[in-house]
Structure formats: structure tokens, C-alpha cells
């Protein structure tokens, strides 16, 4: 019911800033939370942010607090992902999320997802 893309990803140096951007489109795409996910070489997919359409304050892992924010763009359809401060840590291909439940930060409980758009950092 909902597609997802991503875009906005690409090399950058350590402390740069990057905005990463999530279209979605479908049927009642509004209704569902958003999320953004990471997955770096060799390691889970996890978990970074998350915000509902309709608004409230996101919800942010710790090892993204003070330096990701999220937003979202309703009449663009659009969630964004500004990171700021970024570290050669923080390299990884980011995902774009939706689900139907509230609360959650579980992969398996999102049931679509964009391709991914990769992130680079560099030192």
C-alpha cells in the first residue's frame, strides 16, 4: 500500500551534514509511522528515528540524539533526515520505513521499506 525512495545519500567528510529525503506514495500513506533504519557492513539493521505523519516529537536512538533530526514535509509526502556532526561511524546504507503500529523500533514490525541510499563518511 505504501512505496518508499530514498535519496540524498553520498560521501562526505567527517563533521559535515547531509540531508537524506524519503518519498513515499500509495494509499493512505499518511496513516502510517516513519522511520529511518541503518545497516553498516558486517552488522544489523538498526534503528535511528522515527516520527508519525500527523506530527509529534520524533523518537531518536542514543547514538543519533543532538545531531540527526527528523521531519517531515506532508503536502511533499516527504520525510527528511538532517545529520549533522557526522562520524566515519555513522556510515552505512540508510532505509526509510513505514508501519501501521506506534511505538515500535523493530525492523520486523515495519512492513515496507525503500532500496536504501548509501552513506559515506570518511575521515
Known amino acids: 500500500q505504501v512505496q518508499l525512495v530514498e535519496s540524498g545519500g553520498g560521501l562526505v567528510q567527517a563533521g559535515d551534514s547531509l540531508r537524506l529525503s524519503c518519498a513515499a506514495s500509495?494509499?493512505?500513506?499518511?496513516?502510517?509511522?516513519m522511520a529511518w533504519f541503518r545497516q553498516a557492513p558486517g552488522k544489523e539493521r538498526a534503528f535511528v528515528g522515527s516520527?508519525?505523519?500527523?506530527?509529534?516529537?520524533?523518537y531518536y536512538a542514543d547514538s543519533v540524539k543532538g545531531r540527526f533530526t527528523i521531519s517531515t514535509d506532508n503536502a511533499k509526502n516527504t520525510m527528511y533526515l538532517q545529520m549533522s556532526s557526522l562520524r566515519p561511524e555513522d556510515t552505512a546504507v540508510y532505509y526509510c520505513?513505514?508501519?501501521?503500529?506506534?511505538?515500535?523500533?523493530?525492523?520486523?514490525?515495519?512492513?515496507?521499506w525503500g532500496q536504501g541510499t548509501q552513506v559515506t563518511v570518511s575521515s
Open positions: 520505513a513505514a508501519s501501521i503500529l506506534s511505538g515500535t523500533v523493530s525492523t520486523r514490525e515495519f512492513a515496507y
Open positions: 500509495g494509499r493512505a500513506w499518511n496513516n502510517y509511522r
Open positions: 516520527v508519525h505523519w500527523r506530527g509529534g516529537s520524533p
